[in-house]
């Protein structure tokens, strides 16, 4: 049985996101497009990026536009980076292997979630540059065995998570009855049988887990039998640079931080030897009223840019985003929702629209602002509005 979505029609990644809609159930998509609380600093990622203006120049010859740039020394066809993703085999069971061959084909980096639903090593034989990402779990023996795991896999860099050793308060999982795996209610039931195409791939697909924990781990001597009980119980407020240093003795690749908004934090983090940072709301999904991303960008640039690789995610859903971002001093974007959207819709197919999109409004707004490459893009082609 097969359940089609037209992405014929989908001009942007707002298109996308409105065929996600339609095949997803309320719950799922409620987790994937919801905030926190009152959802304050999700509207304010895209409002900031709203009151950065450009500022064209004119009669510049943009036959030719490169968008490519390097990474920690990795080029990269456009300044995209795909943002770690829980068990994305729930919006579709293509899941993982759909988004990293998508992004190897589209030239970028593919970063994997600790809570990945294919493997660490499953993914990694996939061509094309690929980032780990971690969590600071209780447990430093299973943390050092992803890390084994990573570098044994060619994984290039670490990306440590630091702004969800707490759960977010996203009351909208609560009412529309998300769980992971989903547990069937009357209500969700009828709500679910609104979808067939999720509701076949769900039903006849493989079951979709944590594929690198085994289940002895998550079920443990307690009992526990949820993913969420599981990370719950793994993750810990006591967290501190005492681990960012030992993370540092663990790998000898690139490690960036992801989640810094204070630049205090950020010249810690230059102390302690990392990387890179990725600058991260989480994607209003964390803390709100927490600042955005983009407003923190320039500032971040001055304190720590000539040493530590910039990285910006939350809120980017266009390519002047983009641009946006790269002018006031990021080397790349990283999307999560945009491309989900995508692979919620029609799997890999509609990561892939979901790239074409962006590549294409990148290259056509840099010849609209007279920019042939991204090493042009400087403050001088933007204007804050107050």
Known sequence: MMFKNNLSNCYNIADLRRQAERRLPKAMFGYLDGFAEDGVCGRRNRSAFDQVELLPRILVDVADVD?????????????????PVALPRLFHHEGEIAAASAASQAGIVYSLSTLSSTSIEKVAEIPGPKWFQLYMYRD???VKEFIERAKASGYQALCLTVDAFVGGNREQDLRNGFSVPPHPSLKTILETALHPGWCWDYLTKPRVTTANVSGDRITGAKGKTTLLQYVTDQLTPSVTWKEVDWLREQFDGEILIKGILNPEDAVQAKQCGVNGLVLSNHGGRQ????VATIAMLPEMKDRVGGDLEIIIDSGIRRGTDVIKAIALGAKACMIGRPYIYGLSAAGKVGVEKAFAILRGEIIRDMQLLGCRTLSELN????????
């Not at 020394?73 to 943002?83: L, R, T």
């Not at 803390?287 to 927490?290: E, F, T, V, W, Y």
């Not at 403050?379 to 107050?386: G, V």
């Open 287 to 290: 803390l709100d009223h927490a």
């Open 379 to 386: 403050k001088e082609f933007i204007r804050i509005s107050k």
């Open 140 to 142: 430093k023996g299973l």
């Open 67 to 83: 968008i490519s740039t390097f990474v920690f020394n990795q080029k990269i066809n456009m300044p995209i980076i795909c943002a």
